[in-house]
């Protein structure tokens, strides 16, 4: 079964500053996201992930993707208070029955303060 | 905005009650999801309908059921709610059923059982 472990799970940022967020997968997977959530508020994608080695960046953000290590890592670059919530990763597996359907990390919530 | 649609958007009903969550996909997407997130479990996957048709089933409990009508609309029906049933819904469309389509989540409906 696969199984998705996000940390840290919680993150106290200044301004400024850099930081990672790490997501780890316990089984193959043919592709990783990684997704924004506000409080109350529904899931918002970031980035999808498709192959081994794959970095894609957005604003601040940026996306990279080990397969062979089944790790993602989020990588926040000054960080400014706009960026503070919680962000998961999730994995699709790979073939068999998992068709659709996304395993999430527990997600990392993340405050950034001035 | 993602496009799906989700009605309520919240919920507040008793223990022992029946409701029902309804989600209308994006236009063209063919593929609904239904996830569940709670203080305790997090976000996991409930059902995926394709084309009106059960393609993958998660960690579903038996008082849950859902369907997926002939407009593509869903519909995710909980009865003999307990109070750890409170939890935000989502509902999620994609074009295909498969693991390469991305889904697109709904605002979700916000469901408390008092």
């Known amino acids: 079964e696969l199984k998705v472990e996000q940390n840290p799970l919680f993150l106290s940022m200044q301004e400024g500053k850099n930081y990672t967020i790490y997501c780890n997968y316990s089984t193959t997977s043919d592709r990783l996201y990684w997704y924004r959530q506000d409080p109350g508020k529904s899931l918002e994608s970031l980035f999808v992930l498709l192959s081994n080695g794959a970095v894609k960046q957005e604003g601040r953000l940026m996306a990279s993707l080990d397969t062979k290590a089944r790790l993602s890592t989020l990588h926040i670059t000054a960080a400014v208070h706009d960026l503070s919530a919680t962000y998961f990763c999730?994995?699709?597996?790979?073939?068999?029955?998992?068709?659709?359907?996304?395993?999430f990390g527990q997600g990392t919530i993340l405050t950034v303060h001035p | 905005d993602s496009g799906v649609t989700q009605t309520p958007k919240h919920l507040i009903t008793a223990t022992g009650q029946r409701v029902t969550l309804r989600c209308s996909p994006r236009s063209g997407d063919l593929s609904v999801y239904w996830y569940q997130q709670s203080l305790d479990q997090g976000l996991q996957f409930l059902i995926q309908?394709?084309?009106?048709?059960?393609?993958a089933k998660g960690n579903i409990l038996e008082r849950f059921s859902a369907q997926q009508f002939p407009d593509l609309h869903s519909e995710l029906n909980l009865s003999s709610l307990e109070l750890g049933d409170s939890a935000l819904y989502f509902c999620?469309?994609?074009?295909?059923?498969?693991?390469?389509?991305?889904?697109?989540f709904g605002p979700g409906t916000r469901l408390t059982v008092l």
């Open positions: 999620a469309s994609s074009v295909g059923a498969g693991l390469y389509n991305e889904q697109f």
């Open positions: 309908y394709y084309n009106g048709e059960e393609r």
């Open positions: 999730a994995s699709v597996g790979a073939g068999g029955t998992s068709y659709g359907k996304l395993t």
